[in-house]
């Protein structure tokens, strides 16, 4: 089928101009929730980029003459068992922390939204093999789903990824094809095809971007959920492995010390409730100014 | 007519269930069996030395030298007639483990759901009232932050902090609800209310929100136009109303719940089906993990199926197709 090269037919899909996107930032920008998600999450991403620079010692380099110090002016939130700086541990803690989660929901995202595109537009058969297959994986609790998966691929930081992305596709999956089920039916839509557009032109140029909304809301609050779920992964042995410095596996090391050293516990707990409180008052404030119907909420 | 619908409905998503039911089963199966080593590995361990006869004799008991399709076979045969088979590292029935196990792990679940549904729902309610004022941006605040906590930390501060300032360590011993009531409510708070955090921060935020809502219709304008006290306002015009997404919430934690109860008793040394889950996956019990797993399923797929219903039967706009 030919490409349309003419926009003989007025066929503009809903307006998403440059205009249109400044103006979105903008409310954004104004939303007190964005902006302190978003202060925290930049200070997040500032830490891990220059962790090497902000961490006093090795974070992985033992020292067992200095093992389970509590926190002072040289070990700021103390050492673990093995004489390691649990503070040089957060911070570089920090990088794996954001790029399971980023890694973990874009693709989840990507297999998500070509689900759920082809789902909506194709409908039928398709639709319904999409829909059949999505939910077999809806009827475990996520949680559990992850473990399940984790413990087939075997313990390691990759593998908890796709443990993660495993969960939260078919999620990303029924978010898009709602949309996407909406749009097809419109004329301006009906009025492409018509004209000989091809399935992929129409589906990229003209239903996609109105899926941006709920797609980018989505993944900011699916952000937080990685991370949690990556932590519950680690801290039951079956994330990130020793020594490297995951937040859940640090907590996981340290639960036997739970008494005798607690700030090996504390620290790294509060990093994830930090970031996790990030993206939540990221996702939230996105949410009120995306989805006006929600703005309640 | 609308009952006739509602019917049909019902019954298509029953029946929506079996090729689910089958799809489950079959990836559970499959699941764990692709965890690396089986319990014969876990039987040997790494310190003796076992020749490969017996380890073949080994495979060939617990039926491991069948191809997959016979193995599949025989635990659906066995499903089918109710059977859930038996454990391999216990000898006994899936079943009667599963039931030792589960009024634990339900005691858990309905004393977290009652503790979420009693902070969730006046907290909730109080903050839509009194939207934007300092007690609604504290209720906000700490309902975020109670979503941002990982379970297991949650439950390590709170060990640690009973265990510094009250002596109190989770006891090693269960305590039967029936048997010792005060011992075991005494035992089962805590892990309830660690459990319950979460929940009773989704109920909050959407009984706020569904509140707000609803406060903003017409007929809520009339009613206090008419001179109703704001306090019969909110009790019988909105929050009937506002119930329905606060039910739907409450059926979607479901899943959380049984999730949770994973770590939540694994962290309180509780003897509940989630800790019985992760002790089979150790061990590779494959006949255990594969009855623990479809029954927390099947219980997932059953609340996830009230739910719909209930939401069908509440919101009669709900399309049927």
Same mark, same amino acid.
């Given at each position: 089928?030919?490409?349309?090269?003419?926009?003989?037919?007025?066929?503009?899909?809903?307006?998403?101009?440059?205009?249109?996107?400044?103006?979105?930032?903008?409310?954004?920008?104004?939303?007190?929730? *964005? !902006?302190? #998600?978003? +202060?925290? $999450?930049?200070?997040?991403?500032?830490?891990?980029?220059? %962790?090497?620079? /902000?961490?006093?010692?090795?974070?992985?380099?033992?020292?067992?003459?200095?093992?389970?110090?509590?926190?002072?002016?040289?070990?700021?939130?103390?050492?673990?068992?093995?004489?390691?700086?649990?503070?040089?541990?957060?911070?570089?803690?920090?990088?794996?922390?954001?790029?399971?989660?980023?890694?973990?929901?874009?693709?989840?995202?990507?297999?998500?939204?070509?689900?759920?595109?082809?789902?909506?537009?194709?409908?039928?058969?398709?639709?319904?093999?999409?829909?059949?297959?999505?939910?077999?994986?809806?009827?475990?609790?996520?949680?559990?789903?992850?473990?399940?998966?984790?413990?087939?691929?075997?313990?390691?930081?990759?593998?908890?990824?796709?443990?993660?992305?495993?969960?939260?596709?078919?999620?990303?999956?029924? *978010? !898009?094809? #709602?949309? +996407?089920? $909406?749009?097809?039916?419109?004329?301006?839509?009906?009025? %492409?095809?018509? /004209?000989?557009?091809?399935?992929?032109?129409?589906?990229?140029?003209?239903?996609?971007?109105?899926?941006?909304?709920?797609?980018?809301?989505?993944?900011?609050?699916?952000?937080?959920?990685?991370?949690?779920?990556?932590?519950?992964?680690?801290?039951?042995?079956?994330?990130?492995?020793?020594?490297?410095?995951?937040?859940?596996?640090?907590?996981?090391?340290?639960?036997?010390?739970?008494?005798?050293?607690?700030?090996?516990?504390?620290?790294?707990?509060?990093?994830?409730?930090?970031?996790?409180?990030?993206?939540?008052?990221?996702?939230?404030?996105?949410?009120?100014?995306?989805?006006?119907?929600?703005?309640?909420? | 007519?609308?009952?006739?619908?509602?019917?049909?409905?019902?019954?298509?998503?029953?029946?929506?269930?079996?090729?689910?039911?089958?799809?489950?089963?079959?990836?559970?199966?499959?699941?764990?069996?692709?965890?690396?080593?089986?319990?014969?590995?876990?039987?040997?361990?790494?310190?003796?030395?076992?020749?490969?006869?017996?380890?073949?004799?080994?495979?060939?008991?617990?039926?491991?030298?069948?191809?997959?399709?016979?193995?599949?076979?025989?635990?659906?045969?066995?499903?089918?007639?109710?059977?859930?088979?038996?454990?391999?590292?216990?000898?006994?029935?899936?079943?009667?483990?599963?039931?030792?196990?589960?009024?634990?792990?339900?005691?858990?679940?309905?004393?977290?759901?009652?503790?979420?549904?009693?902070?969730?729902?006046?907290?909730?309610?109080?903050?839509?009232?009194?939207?934007?004022?300092?007690?609604?941006?504290?209720?906000?605040?700490?309902?975020?932050?109670?979503?941002?906590?990982?379970?297991?930390?949650?439950?390590?501060?709170?060990?640690?902090?009973?265990?510094?300032?009250?002596?109190?360590?989770?006891?090693?011993?269960?305590?039967?609800?029936?048997?010792?009531?005060?011992?075991?409510?005494?035992?089962?708070?805590?892990?309830?209310?660690?459990?319950?955090?979460?929940?009773?921060?989704?109920?909050?935020?959407?009984?706020?929100?569904?509140?707000?809502?609803?406060?903003?219709?017409?007929?809520?304008?009339?009613?206090?136009?008419?001179?109703?006290?704001?306090?019969?306002?909110?009790?019988?015009?909105?929050?009937?109303?506002?119930?329905?997404?606060?039910?739907?919430?409450?059926?979607?934690?479901?899943?959380?719940?049984?999730?949770?109860?994973?770590?939540?008793?694994?962290?309180?040394?509780?003897?509940?089906?989630?800790?019985?889950?992760?002790?089979?996956?150790?061990?590779?019990?494959?006949?255990?993990?594969?009855?623990?797993?479809?029954?927390?399923?099947?219980?997932?797929?059953?609340?996830?199926?009230?739910?719909?219903?209930?939401?069908?039967?509440?919101?009669?706009?709900?399309?049927?197709?």
């Amino acid at each position: 089928m030919a490409e349309v090269t003419a926009p003989a037919v007025a066929v503009a899909a809903p307006a998403h101009g440059r205009a249109e996107w400044r103006k979105t930032a903008r409310t954004l920008t104004r939303n007190p929730l *964005v !902006v302190a #998600g978003l +202060v925290m $999450v930049v200070g997040l991403v500032v830490v891990a980029a220059l %962790a090497g620079l /902000i961490a006093p010692y090795d974070p992985i380099a033992n020292n067992v003459r200095a093992a389970l110090q509590p926190p002072s002016s040289y070990y700021y939130f103390g050492t673990d068992r093995f004489g390691r700086d649990v503070f040089s541990r957060v911070v570089y803690g920090s990088r794996l922390t954001l790029f399971v989660a980023i890694t973990s929901v874009a693709i989840s995202a990507l297999v998500g939204v070509a689900l759920g595109l082809v789902s909506g537009y194709f409908r039928g058969w398709v639709d319904n093999l999409i829909g059949r297959v999505m939910d077999i994986f809806f009827s475990f609790p996520a949680l559990l789903l992850a473990i399940g998966v984790a413990a087939m691929l075997g313990p390691g930081l990759n593998n908890a990824v796709i443990a993660i992305a495993v969960v939260y596709s078919p999620v990303f999956g029924r *978010v !898009v094809r #709602g949309p +996407v089920l $909406v749009e097809r039916g419109k004329e301006y839509v009906e009025a %492409a095809r018509v /004209i000989g557009a091809s399935a992929p032109r129409v589906i990229l140029k003209h239903v996609f971007p109105n899926v941006l909304s709920p797609l980018t809301i989505q993944a900011t609050i699916t952000l937080s959920q990685a991370i949690l779920v990556e932590a519950s992964l680690s801290y039951l042995g079956l994330g990130t492995q020793p020594p490297f410095p995951s937040w859940g596996t640090m907590l996981y090391e340290g639960r036997e010390f739970l008494e005798t050293a607690p700030w090996w516990s504390i620290f790294p707990g509060l990093a994830i409730m930090l970031t996790v409180l990030a993206f939540n008052l990221l996702g939230d404030g996105i949410r009120d100014v995306l989805d006006p119907r929600s703005r309640a909420a | 007519m609308y009952h006739r619908r509602m019917r049909t409905y019902a019954l298509k998503r029953i029946l929506s269930l079996v090729p689910t039911w089958i799809g489950v089963t079959i990836l559970v199966f499959l699941m764990i069996r692709m965890i690396p080593g089986t319990v014969v590995d876990q039987l040997i361990g790494t310190e003796a030395r076992v020749d490969e006869s017996t380890k073949a004799a080994m495979r060939a008991f617990f039926g491991l030298d069948q191809p997959l399709y016979v193995q599949y076979g025989t635990w659906m045969g066995g499903l089918l007639q109710g059977d859930l088979g038996q454990s391999w590292r216990s000898g006994l029935p899936v079943s009667k483990m599963i039931f030792d196990r589960l009024a634990v792990t339900v005691e858990l679940g309905l004393l977290a759901l009652v503790i979420s549904l009693l902070v969730g729902i006046p907290l909730g309610t109080l903050s839509a009232i009194r939207e934007n004022t300092p007690l609604d941006h504290v209720v906000r605040i700490v309902s975020l932050f109670s979503l941002s906590m990982p379970t297991f930390w949650q439950a390590a501060m709170l060990i640690l902090g009973l265990s510094l300032w009250f002596n109190w360590v989770p006891p090693v011993d269960f305590a039967s609800p029936i048997r010792d009531p005060a011992a075991n409510l005494k035992q089962m708070i805590f892990p309830s209310i660690v459990l319950g955090t979460v929940v009773a921060a989704q109920v909050m935020r959407m009984t706020r929100s569904s509140l707000l809502e609803v406060l903003r219709h017409d007929y809520v304008r009339t009613a206090r136009a008419k001179g109703l006290a704001e306090r019969l306002v909110v009790r019988r015009h909105a929050f009937k109303n506002a119930l329905i997404p606060i039910i739907t919430v409450i059926g979607v934690q479901v899943g959380y719940l049984l999730g949770g109860a994973v770590v939540t008793e694994q962290v309180f040394t509780l003897p509940g089906v989630g800790r019985l889950v992760l002790d089979a996956v150790s061990q590779r019990d494959y006949p255990l993990v594969q009855g623990t797993i479809m029954f927390i399923a099947a219980l997932f797929m059953l609340s996830n199926l009230v739910v719909d219903l209930l939401y069908a039967y509440l919101d009669p706009r709900i399309r049927y197709d």
